[in-house]
T-cell receptor
Framework: GENVEQHPSTLSVQEGDSAVIKCTYSDSASNYFPWYKQELGKRPQLIIDIRSNVGEKKDQRIAVTLNKTAKHFSLHITETQPEDSAVYFCAARNNAGNMLTFGGGTRLMVKP | NAGVTQTPKFRVLKTGQSMTLLCAQDMNHEYMYWYRQDPGMGLRLIHYSVGEGTTAKGEVPDGYNVSRLKKQNFLLGLESAAPSQTSVYFC?????????????FGQGTRLTVV
């Protein structure tokens, strides 16, 4: 089955700096890669996603890049703010479309 | 719309007891999932369903059973709870598409087995 690895497990940045979280996946047939943000005590919520026919996608301060050859995708947050502090999860969906496998999560701390 | 609703929100069980967690969604989603979340281990898939009357095993199915008798409900059962099943459980649902679509999560159930 699919295996998703996520790094780093914790990330501390100063407000205004950029943050990058990286994930690798094992199943070359996976075709959908969402990123979720989970605030303390809350449910995970989708912040951005990318499909396998696209190399990059942006939404304001958030961007995701996908390298299908290397089976690698990354989340980029620019101009970080304290409210960006949360746990971020990457995920990969298999080609059959029925399973969503998550990475281990990254705890991002943005220091004011 | 309520989205995805889980009951109960909290529960303490004694080892060996049984319980059922209920997940209900009102978005007419075909796919439903049960995950467990443990510190440092992300979200691990327990079981999932691609439609009413169907269920399948995920990454960590042992010790759990599920049923999807109605499209809007997905039940997770623990027949004989063990301390290793102490976790936060999340239900999620999504549409069935070949290209992928957002999974919506419930608010979680914090289960403690003593």
């Amino acid at each position: 089955g699919e295996n998703v690895e996520q790094h780093p497990s914790t990330l501390s940045v100063q407000e205004g700096d950029s943050a990058v979280i990286k994930c690798t996946y094992s199943d070359s047939a996976s075709n959908y890669f969402p990123w979720y943000k989970q605030e303390l005590g809350k449910r995970p919520q989708l912040i951005i996603d990318i499909r396998s026919n696209v190399g990059e996608k942006k939404d304001q301060r958030i961007a995701v890049t996908l390298n299908k050859t290397a089976k690698h995708f990354s989340l980029h947050i620019t101009e970080t703010q304290p409210e960006d502090s949360a746990v971020y999860f990457c995920a990969a969906r298999n080609n059959a479309g029925n399973m969503l496998t998550f990475g281990g999560g990254t705890r991002l701390m943005v220091k004011p | 719309n309520a989205g995805v609703t889980q009951t109960p929100k909290f529960r303490v069980l004694k080892t060996g007891q049984s319980m059922t967690l209920l997940c209900a969604q009102d978005m007419n989603h075909e796919y439903m999932y049960w995950y467990r979340q443990d510190p440092g281990m992300g979200l691990r898939l327990i079981h999932y369903s691609v439609g009413e009357g169907t269920t399948a095993k995920g990454e960590v199915p042992d010790g759990y059973n599920v049923s999807r008798l109605k499209k809007q409900n997905f039940l997770l059962g623990l027949e004989s709870a063990a301390p290793s099943q102490t976790s936060v459980y999340f239900c999620a649902s999504s549409y069935a598409t070949r290209t992928g679509t957002e999974a919506f999560f419930g608010q979680g159930t914090r289960l403690t087995v003593v």
